[in-house]
């Protein structure tokens, strides 16, 4: 069984790109990658065809996870029904995401920090406030959450 996991946030060059490429090292690094396909998306367009922002691919790479190739898309209605798990790095994106979608009739969409103690809490944004570490610390808290989630989920 494969779990589609897209990850979104505003423009897609910072946080949700974070979460991808750290999601897929992580997944590889545990041999289960066979058991997910995981992207991500914007709720704008304002950033649509860009790479992953410069220090958000610094942070990513002083970890070892490249991230060459990513190109900021907008998310649109039919991911939806392609994804079963719609992450949000904040809820602004789940009102844009509700905006993009008509809804959530299959309860798909959650934000990242749902998966940890700290429920309802957001994403750290670095585009804001320029601090990455603040946002590595959330995402990988979410992502080590989310990943415990789906696997006791599965037993």
Not at 108 to 134: C, H, M, Q
Request: proline share 4%; with cysteine.
């Amino acid at each position: 069984m494969v779990t589609r996991v897209l990850f979104v946030c505003h423009g897609s060059i910072c946080r949700s790109p974070m979460c991808e490429y750290a999601m897929k090292d992580m997944v590889q690094r545990r041999g289960i990658a066979d058991r997910f396909e995981i992207a991500s998306a914007a709720t704008s367009r304002e950033e649509i065809g860009n790479p992953v922002y410069p220090p958000a691919r610094q942070k990513l790479a002083a970890h070892g996870i490249a991230c060459s190739g990513h190109h900021a898309r907008q998310m649109t209605k039919a991911d939806y029904d392609h994804y079963d798990m719609i992450i949000a790095m904040d809820h602004n994106n789940i009102r844009n995401i509700y905006r993009i979608t008509g809804g959530d009739p299959d309860g798909k969409i959650s934000l990242l920090l749902d998966f940890t103690d700290r429920a309802g809490d957001e994403v750290a944004d670095p585009w804001y406030t320029g601090n990455f570490d603040a946002t590595w610390r959330d995402v990988t808290e979410g992502l080590n959450g989310l990943l415990e989630m789906i696997k006791n989920s599965r037993q």
